[in-house]
């Protein structure tokens, strides 16, 4: 791993979640019905970052669960190497709820897909918003993040990597050259 650059350090990862934290509340008017869910595995510990922010701001418990889309993606079958499998872990019901769904990096659009799949098979929620810690562009699917913590548009030969305390033992956003 080549990494070119460091586009998010520690503070600015938090300085980030907090900006986040407020577009939520500012487009849904507070947070009244909504719920956070993570796509397994960088995009859990980003939404409960967000829970915290936000119950931090708004003084509410906000229901919290992860999700993984691994057996919705349409390249499941096709992938050379064996996924990785996780559990989902959704202990509420989500209809009629305002989903806020949210991930790490927003690449093809594929694995938001599979996540949006993966929902619709649980409930009937009222509204899913995509928030993203980065998207890096190359969109093979029309999906796009309603809350973006930042745009980093990448070659064809570049990768974002993100790492997490909870995963990774360090905070920070790389970009990475894969040639």
Not at 43 to 49: D, H, P, S, V
Not at 79 to 98: A, C, G, H, M, Y
Not at 129 to 149: E, F, M, N, S, T
């Amino acid at each position: 791993m080549k990494i070119k650059a460091t586009v998010i350090d520690p503070v600015g990862l938090q300085r980030t979640i907090t900006r986040l934290a407020h577009e939520i509340l500012e487009k849904n008017r507070g947070a009244k019905n909504l719920v956070l869910i993570g796509i397994r595995t960088r995009g859990e510990f980003l939404a409960k970052r967000l829970k915290e922010k936000i119950s931090e701001i708004e003084n509410i418990d906000l229901p919290f669960g992860a999700l993984d889309a691994t057996l919705y993606r349409d390249d499941f079958r096709t992938r050379l190497k064996q996924p990785e499998i996780s559990v989902t872990d959704i202990k509420f019901d989500i209809s009629e709820k305002d989903i806020i769904l949210i991930d790490d990096v927003l690449y093809t659009g594929r694995t938001v897909r599979a996540a949006l799949d993966a929902l619709m098979d649980l409930g009937r929620p009222n509204s899913i918003q995509l928030c993203v810690l980065v998207d890096r562009g190359h969109r093979q699917l029309p999906i796009k993040a309603d809350y973006v913590g930042k745009n980093i548009p990448t070659s064809i030969n570049e990768e974002i990597k993100v790492k997490l305390k909870e995963v990774d033992e360090e905070d920070a956003v790389y970009l990475v050259d894969n040639s």
